[in-house]
């Protein structure tokens, strides 16, 4: 052993203290130092094993005061999450009713969409239905009425619905409603109060007519004159005169191309002028209903009935037949153009083609 170790205090034994009460004044060695350090770093530790403790008993305290919070947050939670569900339920519910809604506005909106277009069709059609029915109305006032006027309103009124309308299918429409207008105003249609006073004339005609087969009237006996104051007139010359007048006034001979004027009587006579006033009353009174076909027939046999039983050579009678000519010729003018064009063109229209 060196001196140093036998410098050295003994070591104390296991058994006995670990730290040996130092002295004022006495010398500490290695194992004093080491005793003080461990005794230092036990009450670190201790101090440390305190302050863990506190600590952990903050966190204790911590953990189960977010416990708890997180308790309750899960409650609350859960209320929300009943609550949520009952919402959606909710809205679910208003979204399935949303829903039906809305296929129900979505049906109207279609349903109104197709009647808009139903509308805006049925605008047109009943357009064409309109105009065609004015333009029929209108044709047959000017049938009564024997002016074509009316038609040519109608027609007019007709081209200005067409032009506001401003359609392109109603384009070939309004072509045809102009074309007619100027068939119509082209057309030279008869003066149908002219052709009544005309009528009228003929009828007040036909008592004056001379029948074919008629007895001519008797002329006058021709006085003699004397041919200067001085000379007398011979009797027994003008009872000659006379006597002959009488003579060819019994036997009279005419040229009949007619057989049935020969044997009329002078009863019938009567009859033949009564039947031609009626063949021209029925004439005016069609001509008045605008049944032009039966006028035209009346008139057609009342110029037949003047040419087989009245005397062609008497003035009265070519006067009459002169006049009952020109009212058949005007009679020939009194029909309205048709408007053909315009009711084809409407038909087409009306078909949507």
Known sequence: ???????????????????????????????????????????????????LWQKLTTIQELLARQSADTGA????????????????????????LFEARLAEVTLQRTQLEELIQSLSRSR????????????????QQTQLTGSAEPLLAALRSADQRVTRAAQPRLSALQRAIVKD???????????TPGLLVKLDELIRMTDDLVIANAVGPKRPTESIKPTSPAVAPVWWKTGLDVVVHELRGLVRVNRLENAEAALLSP????????????????????LLARQLE?????????????????DASSRRTQGAAALLKDVQSQMRNLDVPHVNDTYAALNTAAAGR
Do not use: W
């Open 1 to 51: 052993m060196n001196a140093d170790a036998r410098d050295e205090p003994p070591i104390p034994s296991v058994d006995g203290p670990l730290v040996a009460p130092v002295q004022s004044g006495a010398y500490l060695g290695p194992a004093g130092r080491t005793a003080i350090v461990l005794a230092g770093l036990s009450l670190v530790a201790l101090l440390a094993s305190g302050l």
């Open 73 to 96: 947050l899960s409650v609350e939670a859960r209320a929300m999450a009943k609550q949520s569900m009952e919402l959606s339920q909710d809205a679910a519910a208003r979204t399935a």
């Open 124 to 139: 047109d059609e009943n357009l064409v239905v309109d105009i065609e029915s004015s333009i029929r109305l209108a044709q």
């Open 181 to 191: 207008i100027d068939r119509i105003k082209a057309a030279a249609i008869s003066d």
């Open 267 to 286: 009863e019938q006579s009567f009859f033949l002028r009564e039947n031609l006033k009626l063949k021209l009353l029925n004439a005016r009174l069609g």
């Open 294 to 310: 039966s006028s035209r027939a009346d008139l057609a046999a009342a110029s037949v009935t003047l040419s087989k039983y009245f």
